[in-house]
């Protein structure tokens, strides 16, 4: 038997290949209150540049984030760790799926230079899934925290983890290396995982959040969903009891926009006015903080909601003692 190396082709590789089979869904007409501008700022430009001269990723570009011209021109980042490559096939997800690279041992210095260099108040952290790595990252994840405080002890930070599913131990070193916030996003409701992220275990990320208080309960604890996706309002609310039955302060609901024809495709627009009601719900259920809006996503305006969510823990305990 021979093998073949073609180093001639310059043919790019398919970024999602496992979709590459599916066919092409069909695309609804956004509504208005969906719809943003392109970013051209010079905000959005010089947050651009810091990213790049420290070789970073960012899941605002990954992800195809609405927000970014926003949220880069008031120089609010969300740091991808650990390569751009996952090694999940989540059928919502933009992120290029295949086999990752080894860790980089600069990037959590390059992290804690760029934060430093934005002067970010609060940061947020996420990464890929690594499968591949027999930990998932957990110790990269906590190099990166040490990093960030010790080159900005002023800036509070906020992980948005994968599920380290099956990796023994390393929830463990993720929370004892203190973030602010610990936010692992549910994504969509049980009945929809198996379409929608396969390759994950509904129960595990919720008793994953609820592991993090019983570790920390001084730890803020944040998930979020994508509505849109087929799912029933009962389920939503279901979802809201299982996150408050984990003790989780924040919750987030966002529209789920899809990235290309071989994607999942969008079921529903939802309204601004259901966004409202999930809101006024998801309180009454007793979540700390609560974003629900269209243009949700997981740390969108992540600086001015973790001062929020401080307050209002302040609120809720004032209360208790009087």
């Not at 990213?51 to 984030?65: D, F, I, P, R, Y």
């Not at 990464?127 to 990252?137: E, I, K, P, T």
């Not at 849109?228 to 609310?237: A, C, P, W, Y």
Request: with cysteine.
């Amino acid at each position: 038997m021979v093998t073949v190396l073609d180093t001639v082709s310059t043919k790019p590789r398919p970024r999602h290949p496992e979709k590459a089979h599916r066919p092409d869904q069909e695309v609804l007409r956004k509504p208005d209150w969906i719809r943003v501008k392109a970013p051209t700022s010079r905000g959005y430009l010089e947050t651009r540049e810091i990213v790049k001269s420290n070789k970073l990723v960012t899941v605002c570009e990954e992800a195809g984030c609405p927000n970014i011209g926003e949220c880069w021109d008031k120089k609010h980042a969300t740091f991808m760790i650990m390569g751009e490559i996952c090694t999940r096939a989540c059928a919502f997800c933009n992120v290029a799926t295949g086999i990752p690279g080894p860790l980089d041992p600069n990037e959590p210095e390059n992290v804690a230079k760029a934060v430093r260099e934005m002067g970010l108040n609060h940061v947020v952290i996420t990464s890929v899934d690594r499968d591949d790595l027999g930990d998932g990252g957990a110790r990269h994840f906590a190099d990166v925290i040490y990093a960030i405080r010790a080159a900005a002890p002023g800036t509070t930070i906020e992980i948005l983890t994968p599920d380290f599913l099956r990796k023994e131990g390393a929830l463990e070193i993720v929370v004892a290396a203190r973030p602010d916030v610990f936010n692992h996003n549910l994504e969509t409701v049980p009945s929809k995982y198996l379409t929608v992220r396969p390759g994950a275990r509904y129960f595990h990320s919720v008793r994953l959040l609820q592991r993090v208080k019983e570790m920390d309960p001084s730890m803020f604890t944040k998930s979020g969903i994508m509505v849109g996706l087929g799912e029933e309002r009962n389920e939503v609310l279901q979802l809201m009891d299982d996150l408050r039955s984990a003790d989780v302060d924040f919750i987030t609901i966002g529209q789920y926009l899809q990235p290309t024809r071989k994607h999942h495709p969008v079921k529903k627009f939802v309204t601004p006015e259901e966004f409202k009601s999930y809101e006024t719900v998801a309180y009454a259920k007793g979540f700390l903080m609560v974003s629900s809006s269209p243009l949700t996503r997981s740390s969108h305006h992540a600086g001015e909601d973790f001062a929020r969510l401080r307050a209002a823990r302040e609120a809720r305990l004032l209360a208790k003692s009087a």
